[in-house]
T-cell receptor
Framework: GAVVSQHPSRVICKSGTSVKIECRSL??????MFWYRQFPKKSLMLMAT?????????EQGVEKDKFLINHASLTLSTLTVTSAHPEDSSFYIC?????????????FGPGTRLTVL | GENVEQHPSTLSVQEGDSAVIKCTYS??????FPWYKQELGKRPQLIID?????GEKKDQRIAVTLNKTAKHFSLHITETQPEDSAVYFC???????????FGKGTKLSVKP
C-alpha cells in the first residue's frame, strides 16, 4: 500500500513553455501533498505544501506565480512550471501524507526530471 | 523553525561492518523522525521511523535510536551489504503542518 505515482517521469521542453506535473496517491487519500526539488547529489528542498481544497503554502524564496500548485482532490495534486527557463531544470518529487493512520508519514512519488532547453 | 543537521556526508564501510549516521534537530516539539533511503535516480523510500515516545526501534538489520534530551537520533545498519549502498536522509517535522525538513544526506558505500 501507500503508492504515489507521478507523471511524466521525464520531460524536455523549450524555454518559455509551461510544464504540468501530476502527483497521485493511488491507494490512499492524502489531505496533504508536498512538492520538492532536488539538485544532483543534493538534499530534498521543500517548495510548497498542498492541502486539498485550499491554496498551497510556499516556502520562502519559491515564486508562487512561477510554480502553480493545485490540489483539486484527495488523490491528485499538480505542479505547473510556468514560462520555464533552463535554471528550472531539476528533479521534482512529490510526496503524500496519509489521511488516516500515521499522520506524519510521507510517501514519495518516483520524481519528474525536467530539462528546459 | 526546524533545522536538521546530518553527519557524516559520506561513509564508506566494508561489507559486514556496521554503519551509523547521526542527525540533530532544533525543535524540541518535534515528535516524529523518519529515515529515507534513496538510490540513484529513484524516489526516497521510507526505511524506518521513530516517534518520541520510544527511545529505540529495530527492524532486522536496521535500528534507530532517539535521544530527546540531546535532540539527536541515529540510524544504525548492521551486517552491511553492497545493496545498502545509497544516500540516506533523516528528517524531522516542522510547524503545525508537520512538514518534513530533511538533512543533507549521507552517501553510504558498502565495499564487497
Amino acid at each position: 500500500g501507500a503508492v504515489v505515482s507521478q507523471h511524466p517521469s521525464r520531460v524536455i521542453c523549450k524555454s518559455g513553455t509551461s510544464v504540468k506535473i501530476e502527483c497521485r496517491s493511488l491507494d490512499f487519500q492524502a489531505t496533504t501533498m508536498f512538492w520538492y526539488r532536488q539538485f544532483p547529489k543534493k538534499s530534498l528542498m521543500l517548495m510548497a505544501t498542498s492541502n486539498e481544497g485550499s491554496k498551497a503554502t510556499y516556502e520562502q524564496g519559491v515564486e508562487k506565480d512561477k510554480f502553480l500548485i493545485n490540489h483539486a482532490s484527495l488523490t491528485l495534486s499538480t505542479l505547473t512550471v510556468t514560462s520555464a527557463h533552463p535554471e528550472d531544470s531539476s528533479f521534482y518529487i512529490c510526496s503524500a501524507r496519509i489521511l488516516a493512520g500515521v499522520p506524519d508519514t510521507q510517501y514519495f512519488g518516483p520524481g519528474t526530471r525536467l530539462t528546459v532547453l | 523553525g526546524e533545522n536538521v543537521e546530518q553527519h557524516p556526508s559520506t561513509l564508506s564501510v566494508q561489507e559486514g561492518d556496521s554503519a551509523v549516521i547521526k542527525c540533530t534537530y532544533s525543535d524540541s516539539a518535534s515528535n516524529y523522525f523518519p529515515w529515507y533511503k534513496q538510490e540513484l535516480g529513484k524516489r526516497p523510500q521510507l526505511i524506518i521511523d521513530i516517534r518520541s515516545n520510544v527511545g529505540e526501534k529495530k527492524d532486522q538489520r536496521i535500528a534507530v535510536t532517539l535521544n530527546k534530551t540531546a535532540k539527536h537520533f541515529s540510524l544504525h545498519i548492521t551486517e552491511t551489504q553492497p545493496e545498502d549502498s545509497a544516500v540516506y536522509f533523516c528528517a524531522a517535522p516542522m510547524g503545525s503542518q508537520g512538514n518534513l525538513i530533511f538533512g543533507k544526506g549521507t552517501k553510504l558505500s558498502v565495499k564487497p
